[in-house]
């Protein structure tokens, strides 16, 4: 039995990018993370679209979820381990590479934010390249997941994309 849920967690962490629920984990400073979208495009012309992407350290990289139509219902779940003060959530909205990239591919219009401590709100995300930051309640979080709702739709490309999505743990770091 332990060997199937090892093999079940190595499957979500270091599987196919075109996978459903993937994974990517990461360490810093301030713990464990570990971010886990619904779908991933498959890769093309060398470029890959995983949960990777969207911690910021990636240069030009970027998540396109990777179900047929615009990618509504599609979703990204960042968790903590520990949990972590949280009040402000950082997010680059598209294929933010490029002016082309962004205007060919779908961005999110609308949102669902949720956590583990029961917040929930609809957010609407601004149709811009720029980094954006929504506050959320102060709370100690060990997971926080946003879902897609409605997209500007793209030129070229019915994906949905989204370039950055994180928490900003630096915040209360001193506190």
Same mark, same amino acid.
């Given at each position: 039995?332990? @060997?199937?849920?090892?093999?079940? !967690?190595?499957?979500?962490?270091?599987?196919?990018?075109?996978?459903?629920?993937? *994974?990517?984990?990461? #360490? +810093?400073?301030?713990?464990?993370?570990?971010?886990?979208?619904?779908? !991933?495009? $498959?890769?093309? $012309?060398?470029?890959? &679209?995983?949960?990777?992407?969207?911690?910021?350290?990636?240069?030009?990289?970027?998540?396109?979820?990777?179900? /047929?139509?615009?990618? +509504?219902?599609?979703?990204?779940? %960042?968790?903590? =381990?520990? @949990?972590?003060?949280? @009040?402000? %959530?950082?997010?680059?909205?598209? &294929?933010?590479?490029?002016? =082309?990239?962004?205007?060919?591919?779908?961005?999110?219009?609308?949102?669902?934010? #949720?956590?583990?401590?029961? &917040?929930?709100?609809?957010?609407?995300?601004?149709?811009?390249?720029?980094?954006?930051?929504?506050?959320? /309640?102060?709370?100690?979080?060990?997971?926080?997941?946003?879902?897609?709702?409605?997209? &500007?739709?793209?030129?070229?490309?019915?994906?949905? *994309? !989204?370039? #950055?999505?994180?928490?900003?743990?630096?915040?209360?770091?001193?506190?």
């Amino acid at each position: 039995m332990l @060997r199937i849920a090892i093999a079940f !967690v190595a499957t979500l962490v270091l599987g196919p990018a075109w996978a459903a629920e993937t *994974c990517h984990a990461y #360490e +810093t400073q301030f713990g464990k993370f570990r971010t886990r979208v619904s779908s !991933v495009l $498959a890769p093309q $012309a060398g470029n890959t &679209y995983g949960p990777e992407h969207l911690n910021g350290t990636t240069d030009g990289g970027t998540w396109c979820e990777g179900v /047929p139509g615009s990618g +509504t219902g599609q979703s990204i779940t %960042l968790y903590h =381990d520990p @949990r972590q003060m949280i @009040r402000t %959530l950082n997010i680059t909205n598209g &294929y933010a590479k490029s002016d =082309d990239t962004f205007r060919n591919n779908g961005r999110v219009r609308s949102a669902r934010i #949720e956590t583990d401590r029961g &917040y929930k709100q609809t957010i609407t995300l601004k149709d811009t390249r720029e980094p954006q930051k929504i506050i959320i /309640p102060k709370a100690h979080i060990a997971w926080v997941k946003l879902t897609i709702l409605d997209v &500007y739709p793209g030129a070229r490309h019915a994906d949905t *994309c !989204v370039s #950055e999505f994180l928490t900003n743990v630096e915040e209360f770091a001193n506190n």
